[in-house]
């Protein structure tokens, strides 16, 4: 019999609109966030929030935890959590102050080092889970309080006995890497952009914001090259079917323990970066540093619209989960309300984001 | 229906060399002795059909074929040469491809990211090689249109399809990509009549491209319609293989469910097994 090769249009698929389309990308909801708080903030916070100085003021926080999500959120698609991504910014931020101020290192050498380090760590992590077999979210509990644990002792031993690192900015000052990862980019412009009177100035002529602070930068690079990885490369075909089912991933061909060590190694790389990056930018490290950071990361992941089941979400949802979470946090301090409404709203914003992930979840699968 | 069809069969000789022989393959989990010594081997253009009861073993010994697991003992060889495989990833790459009988798909991923999943088709070198979707999704609309499928839309989720259309991307992906054997295992059995006969002729299309053709399947019909040669496991072990016309199609079904039993039932059945 001859293999039925007609081409016919299915009689019984009604088009599909525009908006059952959009319902079905996992970041709409995270998009909808944005529009929601942005309206909010408008109607309630004061009009200096939406300057560009007051831009840049909630969104340095949303990059530096936004840089956490979207990697929370590719290692969760990939099917796993890292609740140690919090103390590993500590512990990151131990080894780099260490390797800058204690042994001199020029951050040429520094950075790499750190990745390295933590790039191991999350090495490990992975290692145990896929050994084990136990839940992610078990071990990588352990790996919160080890790091956390390991980043106290650490500090205390290499600074004679103090729990905060000094003078990582005199170490790393001059150095060629440094504007790279502290600081802000395109000063120039913004001077430009000033004597031109397209933005705001101080007094004496200097733009009030003078640059794009890195982390942002970094921030909207990373979301971008991480929805590429996701969408357009085999390796986010893979990181959607390990955390989809790991075994038919495996089965069908799919490195599962090559994705899933990558992701831990990633997350912690992240971890790394942010250290860095505040480390620098602080002058100093000490044990507190990206304290609770993990669960945030994992609600950015999550209002993103990441699935906690794995195989499904989004990067760029994560980088608009991020930004929701930086208005929320910093906008309320331009508004008559109560500072402490924030994790009320946030919890409630999680709620919410679980709830409509789960409806999203059922329209993809076909409401089975 | 009679031991003739439609096909021509493979009339592969007897002395033919092998593409994969497996040797007194046995398989343990925990004190569960799943594999007890099957022997077995294809050769080029021919179709094997694995036939068993319930629990005989059948998706085990296939899955130590395809690397999904290690045998506790016994040999592989493949062409000729003693191989293990790590991972099924290469007995894929070495042209092994299997329908397992759970399908190994996903359900919240699209019909062509399921399709291609663990061998994307890229376009572009070095940073700029990408997922050639293009591409990637019009292979798969062809390949479901062969096995008599118009799919909606290759962006669908897999989730949404019925089982039997489930099953047959399962089908179309494994014979686009078995380019040395191809197992199969019960891949009719959520099918209706006019895809299981498109399945039934693509096991007769690869095989004249001189793919070997592992069939496993509970239907003797199926089996009788497409197979060369017959292998009968019950518990672990292989309880002879036959060549087609060397075995009626009743034999083959008492052999398969262990002789008495059957016999019994069919009295009361009226001979509709
Ligand atoms: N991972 C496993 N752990 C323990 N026992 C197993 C495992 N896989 C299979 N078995 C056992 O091995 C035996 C053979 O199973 P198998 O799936 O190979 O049967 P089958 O012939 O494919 O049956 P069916 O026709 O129902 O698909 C069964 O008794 C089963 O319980
Ligand atoms: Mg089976």
């Given at each position: 019999?001859a293999?039925?090769?007609?081409?016919?249009?299915?009689?019984?698929?009604?088009?599909?609109?525009?908006a059952?389309?959009?319902?079905?990308?996992?970041?709409?909801?995270?998009?909808?966030?944005?529009?929601?708080?942005?309206?909010?903030f408008l109607?309630?916070?004061?009009?200096a929030?939406?300057?560009?100085?007051?831009i840049?003021?909630?969104?340095?926080?949303?990059?530096?935890?936004g840089?956490l999500?979207?990697?929370a959120?590719?290692?969760?698609?990939?099917?796993?959590?890292?609740?140690?991504?919090?103390?590993?910014?500590?512990?990151?931020?131990?080894?780099?102050?260490?390797?800058?101020?204690?042994?001199?290192?020029?951050?040429v050498?520094?950075?790499?080092?750190?990745m390295?380090?933590?790039a191991?760590?999350g090495?490990?992590?992975?290692?145990?889970?896929?050994?084990?077999?136990?839940?992610?979210?078990?071990?990588?509990?352990?790996?919160?309080?080890?790091?956390?644990?390991?980043?106290?002792?650490?500090?205390?031993?290499f600074?004679?006995?103090?729990?905060?690192?000094?003078?990582?900015?005199?170490?790393?000052?001059?150095?060629?890497?440094?504007?790279?990862?502290?600081?802000?980019a395109?000063?120039?412009?913004?001077?430009?952009?000033?004597?031109?009177?397209?933005?705001?100035?101080?007094?004496?002529?200097?733009?009030?914001?003078?640059?794009?602070p890195?982390e942002?930068?970094?921030?909207?690079?990373?979301?971008?090259?991480?929805?590429y990885?996701?969408?357009?490369?085999?390796?986010?075909n893979?990181?959607?079917?390990?955390?989809?089912?790991?075994?038919?991933?495996?089965?069908?061909?799919?490195?599962?323990?090559?994705?899933?060590i990558?992701?831990?190694?990633l997350?912690?790389?992240?971890?790394?970066?942010?250290?860095?990056?505040?480390?620098?930018d602080?002058g100093?490290?000490?044990?507190?540093?990206?304290?609770?950071k993990e669960?945030?990361?994992?609600?950015?992941?999550?209002?993103?619209?990441?699935?906690?089941?794995?195989?499904?979400?989004?990067?760029?949802?994560?980088?608009?989960?991020?930004?929701?979470?930086?208005m929320?946090?910093?906008?309320?301090?331009?508004?008559?309300?109560?500072?402490?409404w924030?994790q009320?709203?946030?919890?409630?914003?999680?709620?919410?984001?679980?709830?409509?992930n789960?409806?999203?979840?059922?329209?993809?699968?076909?409401?089975? | 229906?009679?031991?003739?069809s439609?096909?021509?069969?493979?009339?592969?000789?007897?002395d033919a060399?092998?593409?994969?022989?497996?040797?007194?393959i046995k398989?343990?989990?925990?004190?569960?002795?799943?594999?007890?010594?099957?022997?077995?081997?294809?050769?080029?253009?021919?179709?094997?059909?694995?036939?068993?009861?319930n629990g005989?073993?059948k998706?085990?010994?296939?899955k130590?074929?395809?690397?999904?697991?290690?045998p506790s003992?016994?040999?592989?060889?493949?062409?000729?040469?003693?191989?293990?495989?790590?991972?099924?990833?290469e007995a894929?790459?070495?042209?092994?491809?299997?329908?397992?009988?759970?399908?190994?798909m996903i359900?919240?991923m699209?019909?062509?990211?399921?399709f291609?999943?663990?061998?994307e088709?890229?376009?572009?070198?070095?940073?700029?090689?990408?997922?050639?979707?293009?591409?990637?999704?019009?292979i798969?609309?062809?390949?479901?249109?062969?096995?008599g499928?118009?799919?909606?839309?290759?962006?669908?989720?897999?989730?949404?399809?019925?089982?039997?259309?489930?099953?047959?991307?399962?089908?179309?992906?494994?014979v686009?990509?078995?380019?040395?054997?191809?197992?199969?295992?019960?891949p009719?059995?959520?099918?209706?009549?006019?895809?299981?006969?498109?399945?039934?002729?693509?096991?007769?299309?690869?095989?004249?491209?001189?793919?070997?053709?592992?069939?496993?399947?509970?239907?003797v019909?199926?089996?009788?319609?497409?197979?060369?040669?017959?292998?009968v496991l019950?518990?672990?072990?292989?309880?002879?293989?036959?060549?087609?016309?060397?075995?009626?199609?009743?034999?083959?079904?008492?052999?398969?469910?262990?002789?008495?039993?059957?016999?019994?039932?069919?009295?009361?059945?009226?001979?509709?097994?």
């Amino acid at each position: 019999m001859a293999a039925d090769t007609q081409v016919q249009q299915d009689e019984r698929v009604r088009a599909e609109s525009f908006a059952t389309k959009l319902m079905k990308k996992p970041e709409l909801g995270a998009i909808g966030g944005v529009i929601l708080v942005t309206l909010f903030f408008l109607f309630t916070a004061d009009s200096a929030m939406f300057t560009l100085s007051g831009i840049m003021n909630f969104m340095t926080p949303a990059a530096q935890l936004g840089i956490l999500g979207i990697a929370a959120a590719m290692l969760m698609i990939g099917g796993e959590f890292d609740l140690s991504i919090g103390s590993m910014v500590a512990f990151a931020g131990m080894v780099f102050g260490v390797f800058t101020v204690n042994l001199g290192l020029p951050l040429v050498v520094a950075i790499p080092l750190t990745m390295a380090f933590a790039a191991g760590i999350g090495a490990v992590n992975g290692s145990i889970v896929l050994k084990t077999g136990l839940p992610s979210f078990i071990v990588t509990l352990a790996g919160l309080f080890i790091l956390r644990g390991a980043s106290l002792v650490g500090l205390k031993i290499f600074t004679g006995g103090s729990t905060q690192l000094r003078g990582v900015r005199d170490a790393v000052e001059g150095d060629w890497l440094a504007p790279i990862f502290s600081g802000e980019a395109f000063g120039g412009l913004f001077t430009w952009l000033a004597s031109m009177g397209l933005v705001e100035t101080f007094k004496n002529g200097t733009p009030k914001v003078p640059g794009i602070p890195v982390e942002i930068l970094w921030f909207i690079a990373i979301a971008l090259v991480a929805t590429y990885i996701l969408l357009r490369t085999p390796a986010g075909n893979w990181i959607f079917a390990t955390g989809g089912d790991s075994n038919a991933a495996k089965n069908s061909g799919v490195p599962v323990r090559k994705v899933k060590i990558s992701l831990f190694m990633l997350t912690a790389c992240a971890a790394a970066l942010v250290a860095i990056i505040t480390v620098i930018d602080a002058g100093s490290t000490d044990a507190r540093r990206g304290f609770m950071k993990e669960f945030e990361a994992i609600i950015t992941a999550v209002i993103g619209g990441c699935l906690l089941t794995g195989g499904y979400g989004s990067a760029i949802g994560a980088f608009f989960g991020a930004i929701i979470f930086g208005m929320v946090t910093i906008g309320l301090t331009y508004t008559d309300f109560d500072q402490d409404w924030f994790q009320i709203f946030l919890g409630g914003m999680l709620l919410l984001a679980v709830v409509f992930n789960n409806v999203i979840r059922k329209r993809v699968t076909g409401e089975r | 229906m009679s031991a003739d069809s439609k096909f021509h069969h493979g009339d592969v000789p007897a002395d033919a060399k092998p593409i994969i022989h497996m040797e007194e393959i046995k398989k343990n989990f925990g004190n569960v002795i799943a594999l007890n010594g099957v022997t077995f081997d294809v050769t080029p253009g021919e179709c094997h059909c694995l036939l068993g009861d319930n629990g005989a073993g059948k998706s085990t010994f296939i899955k130590t074929m395809s690397g999904v697991h290690k045998p506790s003992s016994g040999q592989i060889f493949f062409e000729g040469t003693p191989m293990s495989f790590d991972s099924p990833r290469e007995a894929m790459e070495a042209g092994i491809a299997t329908v397992f009988q759970d399908l190994a798909m996903i359900p919240l991923m699209s019909v062509t990211r399921n399709f291609f999943m663990g061998r994307e088709p890229t376009k572009g070198r070095g940073i700029a090689r990408r997922f050639d979707l293009d591409r990637a999704n019009e292979i798969t609309m062809e390949e479901m249109r062969k096995m008599g499928i118009n799919l909606r839309a290759p962006d669908q989720a897999v989730g949404t399809l019925s089982g039997g259309e489930r099953q047959t991307v399962a089908i179309a992906r494994a014979v686009y990509f078995g380019a040395k054997v191809l197992i199969l295992d019960e891949p009719t059995s959520a099918l209706g009549v006019r895809q299981t006969s498109n399945v039934l002729s693509t096991i007769d299309r690869v095989r004249k491209q001189g793919v070997g053709v592992v069939f496993i399947s509970h239907n003797v019909r199926h089996a009788l319609a497409v197979g060369d040669r017959f292998t009968v496991l019950n518990r672990g072990q292989t309880l002879g293989t036959a060549r087609r016309g060397e075995i009626e199609a009743s034999e083959l079904q008492d052999l398969m469910a262990g002789g008495q039993e059957l016999a019994q039932l069919e009295g009361s059945l009226g001979g509709t097994v």
